[in-house]
């Protein structure tokens, strides 16, 4: 599963340099120059942020304040700030490390690989794919405090597909995943799994699960 990273820094050469030092680690970022310009529907899809603290419009902390509450993933501040009061004003909002400016490539690159790794550590307690929040220990899916209602087969489904969120699984692939390679039924199950997984996303007003025709399905990035 990729790793998708956005970047808020309203210095475009900065932005630049975040892009091309953390592609070359394999993962996908999202510039923007203007903080005023981020789409808080999509935030849910992120790994982890990078965010300058001192911008025109809107400051770091104060557009930390603003997501935080939409977004569990880490928050990293780039800042030129350098005073203790400072620090810990953006960890108190939320934040969960900073990197100073000037940085070098080495150790942004380190920093945001280190608090991937821990991230993924920690989702073997629960992961967010989108709106829909996956308790793995409890096996429990819940959508903005809506708990869906699925069966075990259903949420096995579910649970592997938002694990590897964006990638298409034929039907065999999910069946083998879920039921084993000794399965009493066969991959056509796999179909009345997914109608029935939509009937109840659709009732609690979300739509994650996609048909990619000819191939299988896929949980939407």
Sequence with gaps: ??????????????LRVIRRALEKDGCHVDALSDPLAIDTARLGQYDLILLDVMMPGMDGFSLCRRIRGEVDCPVLFLT???GEED????????ADDYIRKPFGIGELRARVQAHIRRE???????????DVRFYLREKRAVYRERELP???????????LALHRGQVFS???I??????YDG???????????KNIRAKCREAGCEPVETVWGMGYKWRN
Excluded: P
Aim: glycine letters at 10%; hydrophobic letters at 35%; proline letters at 0%.
């Design 184 to 194: 009493e039924s066969d991959s056509s199950a796999i179909t009345e799994h997914i």
């Design 171 to 173: 039907r065999e692939q």
């Design 80 to 82: 030129a700030k350098t």
């Design 120 to 130: 993924r550590r920690e989702r073997t307690h629960a992961v967010i794919a989108g």
């Design 150 to 160: 699925f069966t075990k087969s259903e949420y096995e489904i579910c649970e592997y």
């Design 1 to 14: 599963m990729g790793v998708h990273i956005l970047a808020i820094d309203d210095e475009e050469g900065i």
């Design 175 to 180: 069946y083998e995943h879920v039921f084993g």
């Design 87 to 94: 620090l810990m004003r953006g960890l108190g909002l939320g």
